[in-house]
């Protein structure tokens, strides 16, 4: 347990853009949306209070703080030059990709269009009543509705009877669908009206349960990783003179195939495929994970400029001047993290259409 302020850009990435460092304590220069430039040292930096859950539930920030000397390790051997392998690279951007403050709050932001583009769908009267049919002609849902309306009518009775019964109704099923198809649309209509509602209210709170329950089943994301170094070729992009990254606080960002940069992971489009992501490791050196197919990596500069879009709050770097560093921090939270409301609401929309 790391206490109850816990890191969602962690130190082993920070520390390595640091422009002083005294004993243990490694200071960075953070160019922040709202408060500006300032020189923090990375233990007090992109942290928030109870981020992994409260002080009842330490488990999550436990299972965090236990793989991140993994991490760390291979950061630290990438920046003396050593070799390092693809899962071992895929490994730290999946881990770094999921956990950030960015990647939270834009998942917050797009339940409620999550629960729009439902409501749209779902609430349609030709689609609800295609779905309604479909649905009283599964033998399933046939056999649950028969069951409910003889209990309605009849409450308990002898298993004779109920057989009976059930036999008689399901002979006269056809009828009764159609004599009440306006009642049973109606009643199905509401129910589903009722349940959006109720979701679109507690919006907030459903989507950081499911974050945090997302983050608890895979914090080192494993399986992805293994997905990504199987399928992507990794290399570094090393700074030239006169250039320098900066990390933003959204830590990997992504291209996909659509053209658009992103967050990691957060394509909502089936026909959407990440191509490229990048992860700054120090000033100098970037890890880079693309597709054979994708275009060739970006330039230092675009990388810098996506990254300060992308971000939340602030991004750090180890000066405090230069390569349009003001500017990018005017900048940050102009691109949309994961889509636009209006894309999602469409995607969503015409799915299975």
């Keep these: 347990m790391s206490g109850r302020k816990h890191h969602y850009l962690p130190q082993l990435i920070q520390r390595p ?48 703080t236990k793989g991140e000397g993994a991490l760390a390790a291979t950061v630290q051997a990438l920046n003396q030059g050593d070799d390092v392998s693809t899962v071992d690279l895929a490994t730290l951007i999946c881990a770094l990709s999921f956990r950030t403050k960015a ?16 409501r749209l769908k779902l609430l349609d009267p030709i689609s609800l009543r295609r779905d309604l049919i479909a649905s009283l002609s599964d033998p399933k849902e046939q056999k649950r509705l028969i069951n409910a309306e003889i209990n309605k009518r009849f409450g308990d009775m002898h298993r004779e009877q109920r057989t009976k019964i059930y036999g008689f109704m399901s002979s006269q099923w056809r009828s ?21 509602s109720r979701a679109r209210i507690e919006a907030n709170a459903i989507a950081d349960h499911a974050y945090l329950k997302a983050l608890a089943k895979d914090p080192a994301m494993p399986i992805r990783a293994n997905r990504m170094a199987a399928d992507m070729a990794f290399d570094l992009v090393d700074a030239q003179s006169g250039e320098f990254f900066i990390l933003g606080d959204c830590g990997p960002i992504a291209m996909f195939s659509d053209g658009k940069p992103r967050l990691l992971l ?17 000033p100098t050196r970037c890890i880079v994970a693309r597709l054979p197919t994708a275009a060739k990596p970006m330039s230092v500069g675009d990388i810098n400029r996506i990254s300060a879009y992308l971000s939340l709050e602030f991004f750090i ?37």
Excluded at 20 to 30: I, M, S
Excluded at 50 to 64: E, H, N, R, V
Excluded at 103 to 116: G, H, T, V, Y
Excluded at 266 to 282: R, W
């Design 103 to 118: 990647m939270r709050e834009a998942l917050a932001r797009l339940f409620p269009s999550l629960i729009e583009a439902l």
């Design 266 to 282: 957060a394509a909502i489009s089936n026909d959407v495929v990440l191509e490229a992501a990048y992860l700054p490791v120090s």
């Design 176 to 196: 009764y669908v159609a004599t009440h198809e306006a009642q049973l649309f109606a009643e199905a209509w509401g129910i589903t009206h009722a349940l959006l």
């Design 17 to 64: 853009f640091a422009y002083r460092q005294k004993g243990k304590e490694f200071y960075v220069h953070a160019h922040h949306r709202t408060r500006g430039r300032f020189t923090p040292n990375t233990s007090g930096l992109g942290k928030e209070i109870d981020f992994y859950g409260d002080p009842s539930d330490t488990s999550l920030d436990d299972a965090i």
């Design 317 to 353: 770097s180890d000066r405090d001047t230069g390569a349009d560093l003001e500017d990018l921090r005017a900048a940050i939270g102009s691109l949309d993290p994961i889509e636009t409301e209006e894309e999602i609401i469409l995607t969503l929309s015409q799915a299975n259409d």
